[in-house]
């Protein structure tokens, strides 16, 4: 299951906020289908399939990713030279057999009062739970105009390595700064 913390500021319910994490089957025999976007195999349902073949699809399954929070700061103009802005991404781990996931941060800037987000930078990491230094991933853009009123945002994706986990992203609140991109 995946918690979306930053749901709770949109109003939504505590039912709201658990989603069924989406379990993908893995199959090692010729009828299964290539899923691109995640370059696994997905079998064909175990209904209909007799014996050892449906217990052998059902047995690669693989583990839901149990209960997490993924979470990230607001983007931000780094402390270090030259300015740049900066979003942090983690996850912190509730239930579930998975150790380590990988963390996705994409900002997504526009200027200041226009519609029309825009990616501009991402980063990624693989890290245990938890956040803070070392357990967090970072992406970062370089500030080009620092007189341009700029939003900034971040979207983060955690993936959970070795089990099956929702699609789900968060998109963090958006920070006006004066950093161009």
Request: contains cysteine.
């Amino acid at each position: 299951m995946f918690i979306r913390n930053r749901a709770v500021a949109a109003g939504l319910s505590t039912a709201a906020l658990l989603l069924a994490a989406v379990p993908a089957a893995h199959a090692a025999d010729a009828s299964a289908a290539a899923d691109t976007s995640t370059d696994r195999l997905v079998a064909a349902p175990a209904e209909g399939r007799t014996g050892n073949e449906a217990q052998a699809l059902q047995q690669h399954r693989a583990p839901s990713a149990g209960v997490f929070i993924t979470d990230g700061d607001r983007v931000h103009v780094s402390s270090t030279p030259p300015p740049t802005a900066s979003g942090h991404g983690w996850w912190k781990k509730i239930s579930g057999p998975g150790t380590k996931a990988k963390v996705t941060v994409t900002l997504q800037a526009r200027p200041y009062g226009t519609s029309g987000w825009k990616d501009v930078a991402t980063g990624s990491k693989t890290v245990k739970s938890g956040g803070g230094a070392g357990k967090r991933a970072t992406a970062r853009k370089t500030c080009t105009n620092l007189i341009q009123k700029t939003e900034w945002r971040s979207i983060i994706d955690v993936d959970i390595i070795g089990v099956a986990d929702s699609p789900e992203k968060v998109s963090t609140k958006a920070a006006t700064l004066w950093c161009g991109f």
